[in-house]
């Protein structure tokens, strides 16, 4: 059978940039999975590392393995450059460095045959490089689910999370509804509502079948102003896109459940950039403009069309307010 004659079941996609200590790993774990109809599109996002040569390598020895090569555009656009080539009837998003177990697809495309879930999800493992310590997510639940459940579950933030990586989708749920990964920091988040919001059905598999590297250079681990305005653009993405489906006052305080939890993450985001920086001053100013905006997005009145048309930043570099504590 010809390559453009086959269609595999399930399309693995991978973001590539400068992991060239992991990537090696997480393909390996691919290679050994014990389903078999599956591609891996790795997208290599401008790596200066040795991680193309090591995609490269891998292609060359398996037939189920393409490498994408781009110039550095970030997580999101690597992401979205692979679903557009790919031809598999579910995706599965595993990044560069992390891993994944060998039963990984066979488990969770199992799930969604069964039960009929347009979405499958498992649990995860901490993986602490430092002392290679595992640690299983703790807050965990396991069953088939009607879309508003586990609209409501997605929401709250605790047992079903807006990751990417740890669940598999029918594609339908991206080409239909024109869904890709926004640029920005937390695209997951600001993603994930607009898939849950078209599911019939979510399962949920009580185990651990990723495993996802603690890294001393990941997201939450170097955070910076502007992932923390990231995280509250994610909460004015969320709303919009439960306003455009007609379920707000459906999801109304699940929703602000998940506003008051980034409220409080923020808060302690904010306190940790500004002591890092040992500049405290303007620290309560970026925290009460972080509870402005997010009381904003958890309006009544709030305007979908009027918000995204700009999203500014809301809090300001400690180095800047410690300048001109007026800014705004």
């Known amino acids: 059978m010809t390559e453009t004659e086959y269609t595999p ?4 996609i991978i973001p590539v940039y400068n992991v060239e200590k992991y990537i090696g790993r997480c393909l390996s774990s691919l290679v050994e999975q014990t389903f078999r109809s599956f591609e891996v599109i790795a997208v290599n996002d401008g790596a200066t590392d040795d991680s193309a040569l090591i995609l490269h390598h891998f292609a060359e020895k398996y037939d189920f393995i393409r490498v ?15 679903m557009a ?6 995706f599965s998003f595993v990044d560069g460095d992390d891993y994944v177990c060998p039963t990984f697809l066979e488990e969770l495309y199992s799930a969604c045959l069964e039960t009929g879930a347009d979405i499958s999800c498992c649990y995860y493992y901490f993986h602490f490089l430092e002392n290679d310590f595992l640690f299983e997510y703790p807050f965990r639940c396991k069953g088939t689910f009607t879309g508003a459940e586990a609209m409501h579950k997605l929401l709250r933030d605790m047992q079903i999370q807006s990751l990417a990586w740890n669940k598999l989708y029918r594609r339908e749920l991206f080409t239909d509804y024109g869904v890709t990964f926004p640029s920005m920091t937390f695209e997951d988040m600001a993603t994930s509502s607009r898939l849950f919001a078209h599911a019939r059905r979510v399962t949920v598999i009580d185990r651990p079948l990723y495993y996802y590297n603690q890294r001393s250079s990941s997201t939450l681990a170097t955070m910076n102003t502007n992932k923390i305005n990231d995280f509250i653009r994610a909460m004015a993405l969320v709303r919009a896109s439960l306003e455009r489906n007609g379920l707000y006052e459906k999801y109304k305080k699940s929703y602000q459940a998940l506003v008051r939890k980034t409220c409080n993450c923020c808060y302690l985001y904010v306190l940790k950039v500004h002591t890092e920086k040992k500049c405290m001053r303007g620290c309560m100013e970026n925290m009460r403009r972080v509870s402005r905006t997010l009381k904003d997005y958890s ?20 180095e800047q307010l410690e300048k001109d504590y007026s800014v705004r």
């Open 9 to 12: 079941e399930i399309s693995v």
């Open 68 to 82: 994408i090569d781009q110039k550095n555009a970030g997580m999101s656009k690597a992401r979205n450059v692979g």
């Open 85 to 90: 080539q790919a031809r598999g009837r579910f």
């Open 299 to 318: 309006a009544d009145d709030f305007s979908a069309s009027a918000v995204l048309g700009s999203l500014p930043d809301v809090v300001a570099p400690p």
